[in-house]
């Protein structure tokens, strides 16, 4: 194969908005795009490599291995080396774990199934991991391990109509992306079948007819074309563009066109990614890949508050530096015909580093993150993050654990007196509010469902939501109007997630919102506010007392491990807060909404933000207890604080 300088060029588009991204950058909040342009690339490049070789008798599958481990492993398992080193001396315990589980992932190549299964590539938790990012190594080794015995055996039996199974494995593989995109976002995100297309797209540009070279007005709008389609995916997609399916269409067929417009001779976008810069950030865009991303979750958790940017620039040039190091010092030894490393020492050494990654990641997960290597009180404060209702599992109902309100938990002896109805902010409350009830004697029963607002014929309003919301909320209301014993019911939700779903303003802490808005703001605001007064007037004309609980703090960071990260660093946890303008501009329009419903004798309000705010600021400590076991559920301990305040309604 000729080398193609515009091909290194077409990796520096790839890579620089995926950084651009990943730092925040606004403009290229499309940037995470720039993956499914390297796809198209090495399916390119490596169908090239393997066509060629097949035709003249030359292919091997070991060769071929060998070849991948010289270019993935020197690099990824530094990079996985000085991840571990930093992360066992920043992480908790709960979170280091977690990371030796997805060392072990990455050495296997499986981390895209792990991450899969956990929280989606744009939600906060994601910056907690380190190796995240190595879920497209992951994605182009599984499609690797077949594609190399499906190409020989197109090549061998249909040589002639190699373009058939390919269009019918790539048509199955975007019809699976496409439906994943709405049935199954992450798996259709992380998982390589519904990635493969994208791989096979490069790999036809590389089987088409030896010698052909298309006009110079082709190539020109090719790569005129290509590029745009790139760069108007980088800078108008978003965290909310529904993704990959039809969408990856656009930088996909936008990297092949740039591809196709390259052969056969000059063009416009062939000299623009063959200028001598952006080629030598094409020949880096591997290890600037693979070291970017740790520096930046490495950084947003030392630092607690969010990097400036001014900070992350400094960042990523050193960035750059390094991966300037890691091309030429740890990836170029291992390539090129002048490799002083033998093929025995190449399978030797992968076979050594990933047995010693392997035992390393399970060593920390089976030991539940290492705890020794933590100061104590720091540990102590991080054990906050389990420090919430013991029987969630049980009472907080789900889609995966459904039940009606006949089968709500109990706190407390007698009949049904007290119903406690929320989502999993009730749920926190429901051990403090329930040992409150029994120290009256009375019972309370707990009807809470998560992410689902205790409010009649409503689910979510700023997104898709089935109908198990508003069936499980109209069976509880029928449940409690209907009760001859229930006298109190607790109204209690993250209110304002329903309205506006989640927001980034709050804290590193909060993920973004991926639904799709299906209401404007003035109806989702009416549908709230009618709704709400409706269900409170049905449970006040069934003679009973409704005690509406304002909307509880969000903090916006997971409260346990800042703290202990705070004391790590010499300070104390009592000096961190969060700013009560937070709260009042988050919440403004529920606020507004509780305070307009009409006064009544047996409607009460409880301001729980009154106990946990002042006018400057929202404690999330105090009395040597954090007050949330994560970024917006109370601790137990929170809980207790909160509870004082139904004590003369409960009495």
């Not at 499906?150 to 061998?156: A, D, E, Q, W, Y």
């Not at 309100?405 to 749920?427: K, Q, Y």
């Not at 109908?467 to 509880?476: A, E, H, R, S």
């Not at 004798?601 to 106990?611: F, I, M």
Request: glycine content about 8%.
């Amino acid at each position: 194969m000729n080398y193609r300088p515009d091909i290194d060029g077409l990796r520096a588009l790839a890579v620089v908005p995926v950084v651009l991204f990943h730092t925040g950058v606004p403009a290229f909040s499309g940037g995470f795009v720039g993956v499914d342009v390297f796809f198209v690339i090495s399916g390119f490049l490596i169908t090239t490599i393997i066509a060629a070789e097949i035709g003249t008798g030359r292919f091997s599958v070991v060769t071929f291995y060998e070849r991948r481990i010289r270019r993935i492993f020197p690099a990824l398992f530094a990079t996985i080396l000085v991840s571990c080193l930093v992360a066992s001396y920043l992480f908790m315990p709960e979170e280091f774990k977690d990371f030796g589980q997805s060392v072990v992932a990455a050495t296997l190549f499986a981390s895209n199934v792990l991450f899969s299964l956990e929280a989606g590539y744009f939600d906060a938790p994601a910056e907690l991991k380190p190796l995240l990012h190595t879920w497209s190594l992951a994605v182009e080794e599984q499609f690797y391990i077949v594609y190399p015995l499906f190409l020989m055996l197109v090549l061998r039996c249909a040589r002639r109509y190699w373009l058939a199974p390919f269009a019918l494995v790539m048509a199955a593989s975007f019809a699976y992306a496409q439906w994943g995109v709405t049935a199954s976002p992450q798996a259709a995100f992380y998982l390589a079948p519904a990635r493969g297309w994208e791989l096979l797209l490069g790999a036809c540009l590389a089987l088409l007819p030896s010698g052909h070279k298309p006009p110079r007005w082709l190539r020109e709008a090719c790569g005129v074309a290509g590029l745009a389609l790139i760069g108007w995916s980088v800078l108008t997609f978003s965290e909310h563009t529904p993704f990959p399916g039809i969408n990856a269409l656009y930088p996909c067929v936008g990297a092949a066109l740039v591809i196709y417009g390259g052969t056969g001779g000059e063009a416009t976008a062939r000299r623009l990614l063959s200028l001598r810069p952006v080629v030598f950030l094409g020949l880096i865009s591997y290890s600037l890949y693979l070291w970017h991303w740790p520096v930046i979750v490495f950084m947003n958790y030392y630092s607690i508050d969010p990097v400036a940017p001014g900070a992350m620039a400094l960042a990523m040039g050193a960035v750059v530096l390094l991966a300037v190091f890691s091309w030429h010092f740890i990836e170029g030894p291992f390539r090129g015909k002048r490799s002083a490393v033998s093929k025995r020492a190449v399978f030797s050494g992968a076979y050594a580093v990933m047995s010693v990654a392997i035992a390393f990641g399970v060593a920390v997960h089976i030991g539940n993150g290492w705890p020794g290597r933590l100061p104590q009180e720091a540990l102590r404060l991080a054990g906050f993050s389990e420090s919430h209702n013991p029987r969630t599992k049980d009472c907080l109902v789900n889609p995966e654990h459904p039940a009606g309100p006949e089968g709500a938990c109990g706190f407390g002896p007698g009949p049904e007196r007290i119903a406690l109805w929320g989502d999993s902010h009730a749920d926190a409350m429901a051990p403090a509010l329930g040992r409150l009830a029994a120290s009256f004697g009375k019972h309370l029963t707990q009807f809470t469902y998560q992410s689902c607002p205790p409010v009649a014929g409503l689910a979510r309003l700023y997104g898709e939501a089935g109908n198990v919301c508003t069936q499980y909320n109209d069976n509880v209301l029928r449940y409690i109007v209907g009760s001859k014993t229930i006298d109190t019911v607790v109204l209690l939700a993250r209110w304002t997630v329903y309205l506006d779903g989640f927001t980034r303003d709050l804290g590193p802490a909060e993920r973004s919102r991926s639904d799709s808005v299906l209401l404007s703001r003035s109806e989702r605001e009416a549908m709230l506010s009618t709704r709400l007064q409706s269900t409170v007037q049905r449970l006040l004309a069934a003679g009973k007392k409704v005690l509406l609980t304002y909307p509880i703090p969000e903090t916006g960071y997971f409260i346990p491990s800042t703290l202990a990260r705070v004391v790590m660093g010499g300070g104390s946890p009592a000096s961190f807060a969060r700013p009560a303008g937070n709260f009042a501009e988050r919440n403004a329009f529920v606020l507004r909404t509780f305070d307009a419903l009409p006064a009544h004798t047996r409607l009460v309000r409880v301001y729980p933000h009154r106990s946990l705010c002042d006018a400057r600021r929202c404690r999330v400590y105090q009395d040597g207890a954090p007050l949330y076991h994560d970024d917006d559920h109370l601790s137990l301990p929170g809980a207790e604080l909160v509870a004082r305040l139904f004590e003369p309604e409960l009495r």
